[in-house]
C-alpha cells in the first residue's frame, strides 16, 4: 500500500450552474433564507416503476424526447424533476448517453454523460434524477463518434420530486412526500459474507434475498422512513465451485422492490453481462416493516447493498431534505482537464474536493439557499490503468464525506465498480463532510490502478 495522497480541490468552476428556478450569485451575507422563501417543494414521490419507453432503431448519434409529466402516475403539473432508469441497449459500438431537461441545448463545451457504452452490443442502465424542463419532458442524446448504427432506449419512471404548490390528487397525497437525509455510506449486505445476515451463497436464479432496512445502522426505526437510497453492486463472476456458486455466471438482472417478485419483475435496477461486477444507485421504498427485497432473474450472482441515504416524511417547513433539481446537468469537475491536474488518482490514494464555492453560490430569487447536505450526481471513471504491465486489474472508486483525521486504509463501501474496457458511470448521493473548517469536503479513493474520474450534478439536497 502506498501513503495517501491529499490534494485539495476547490469546485470553483461550479459558480457558473443554475438550479431550477435559481440563478448564479455571489453568496449573500444572509445564507439561509426564511423557510415561507422556499415554500414546500422539494420532497420525493416513489411511484410502482413503469416503463414509458421502450424503442429501437434510434440513430446512434441522435436524440428523443421523451413525455414524463402527466405519465404513470407523475401529475400533470407542479412537478421538478423524474426518478428515471434509463437503458441503452445494441449499441453499434463505443459512445455515451446524457439524459437532460428537454428545453437545454446540449453544447460541446459543457458535455455530460449519464451512461457509456463499450462495444457493439452493449447494454448498460443508470439512475437519475433529472429536471423536466418547462416542458414535462426529458431527453436522452446519444453520440458514437467512431461508428454508425441504431440503439435501443428504454425509460423506467420510479418517483418524482415536486414542488411547492403540488396538491392532491387521485393517487398522490402531498403526506406521501419524503425528504432524503444524507448518511455516511454504511454497507448494509454483502451476500459473500457468512455473518448471520447471509450465508455466503449467491442469489439464486428467480429467488430474492430479504434485507431489513428499518432500524439497521444509519437509517433509524422509525415508521415515517418510506424509503432507502442504496448503491446495489452485483458481483456476477460465479465460476463453479468457487464462492458456494454452483455454476458459472450468465448475464441477468437485479430488481429492488418493497415486495418480494415472484417470476420475474417488469422494470429492474441493474443489467449485469457474466463475469461483470457493477454498481447501480437505487431509492426503493419500504415494506411495512421496513424490509427490501432484491431479485436475480438468471444464474448466480453475490449482491452488496450500502446506504447512501434515506427518505423520511415529515410534515414541517424545514429545508432540510429537500432535493433542488438543477435546470441541467454539468460537469463539476473531470481530472483529466488542465485545470484540474490532468492527473489520474493512483492505487489505494484519497484525494480531496470542495465544494464550498458550489454550495455557497446556489440561491433562489438572488438569495443563497442556504446549507446543504450533499448531492446528487454521475461519476464516471475512465482510463484505468495497470500498475504491472502483465496484470489485468479491476478498482472501485467510492467518494466519501472527508472527516479530519487519517483517512482510513480502506472504505467499507464503493459508489462505481470498473475495468479496463472504458469509461464506466453510476449515479451517487455524494454526503458532505467537515475538514479543516470547511463543512462541503468529499474524498474520493481509487482502490486499484490509476485512474481518472470526473462528477456531473444532477441537483442538491438542503441541510
Not at 414509458?52 to 440513430?59: A, V
Not at 419532458?137 to 425509460?155: F, N
Not at 436475480?296 to 429545508?319: M, S
Request: aromatic share 8%.
Amino acid at each position: 500500500m502506498i501513503p495517501t495522497t491529499i490534494i485539495r480541490r476547490c469546485a470553483a468552476l461550479l459558480l457558473g450552474v443554475t438550479a431550477i428556478g435559481l440563478v448564479p450569485t455571489a453568496p449573500t451575507a444572509s445564507a439561509l433564507p426564511e423557510s415561507q422563501d422556499l415554500g414546500a417543494g422539494g420532497e420525493y414521490f416513489p411511484l410502482t416503476p413503469s416503463r414509458i419507453y421502450d424503442e429501437e432503431g434510434i440513430d446512434s448519434d441522435s436524440s428523443v424526447t421523451i413525455p414524463v409529466v402527466g405519465v404513470a402516475g407523475v401529475p400533470a403539473e407542479n412537478v421538478l424533476a423524474v426518478a428515471v432508469n434509463v437503458t441503452i441497449a445494441n449499441v453499434p459500438g463505443r459512445g455515451f448517453a446524457s439524459v437532460t431537461p428537454s428545453d437545454y441545448e446540449v453544447g460541446s463545451s459543457d458535455p455530460t454523460s449519464l451512461i457509456n457504452f463499450q462495444y457493439a452490443g452493449h447494454t448498460v442502465p443508470n439512475f437519475g434524477i433529472v429536471g423536466v424542463g418547462s416542458a414535462g419532458e426529458i431527453t436522452v442524446d446519444l453520440t458514437t463518434p467512431k461508428v454508425d448504427g441504431t440503439a435501443r432506449v428504454v425509460v423506467d419512471i420510479f418517483g418524482f420530486v415536486a414542488t411547492s404548490s403540488l396538491a392532491d390528487g387521485e393517487e398522490i397525497k402531498v403526506e406521501d412526500g419524503a425528504r432524503m437525509v444524507t448518511v455516511t455510506p454504511e454497507r448494509l449486505v454483502d451476500t459473500r459474507d457468512a455473518d448471520g445476515l447471509t450465508t455466503g451463497d449467491p442469489v439464486s436464479a428467480g429467488d430474492s434475498i430479504d434485507v431489513q432496512v428499518r432500524g439497521v445502522g444509519s437509517v433509524p426505526d422509525r415508521e415515517n422512513v418510506s424509503a432507502v437510497v442504496v448503491n446495489m453492486t452485483g458481483i456476477n463472476n460465479c465460476q463453479t465451485g468457487e464462492r458456494n456458486c454452483q455454476g458459472p455466471s450468465k448475464q441477468t438482472y437485479l430488481a429492488a422492490t418493497p415486495t418480494q417478485q415472484q417470476g420475474g419483475s417488469e422494470t429492474s435496477n441493474g443489467n449485469y453481462p457474466a463475469g461483470v461486477v457493477k454498481a447501480n444507485l437505487a431509492i426503493v421504498p419500504l415494506s411495512e416493516d421496513g424490509r427490501i427485497f432484491v431479485y436475480n432473474n438468471k444464474g448466480e450472482i453475490h449482491v452488496a447493498l450500502d446506504v447512501v441515504a434515506y427518505l423520511e416524511q415529515v410534515d414541517d417547513e424545514e429545508t432540510a431534505g429537500r432535493i433542488v433539481p438543477l435546470a441541467a446537468p454539468f460537469r463539476s469537475f473531470d481530472t483529466r482537464e488542465t485545470e484540474f491536474g490532468n492527473a489520474k488518482l493512483g492505487y489505494s490514494t484519497w484525494e480531496d474536493w470542495s465544494f464550498e464555492a458550489f454550495a455557497d453560490s446556489v440561491s433562489l430569487d438572488d438569495v443563497a439557499i442556504g446549507a446543504q447536505s450533499g448531492l446528487f450526481g454521475n461519476l464516471t471513471a475512465v482510463g484505468l490503468e495497470r500498475i504491472y504491465p502483465t496484470q489485468e486489474v479491476r478498482s472501485f472508486i467510492t467518494m466519501n464525506p472527508a472527516i479530519d483525521g487519517p483517512f482510513p486504509d480502506e472504505p467499507g463501501n464503493s459508489n462505481l465498480n470498473f475495468d479496463e474496457s472504458g469509461p464506466v458511470s453510476n449515479s451517487a448521493v455524494v454526503t458532505y463532510g467537515s475538514k479543516s473548517d470547511d463543512a462541503y469536503m468529499v474524498s474520493a479513493f481509487n482502490s486499484n490502478g490509476r485512474t481518472h474520474y470526473a462528477l456531473d450534478v444532477y441537483a442538491v439536497i438542503l441541510d
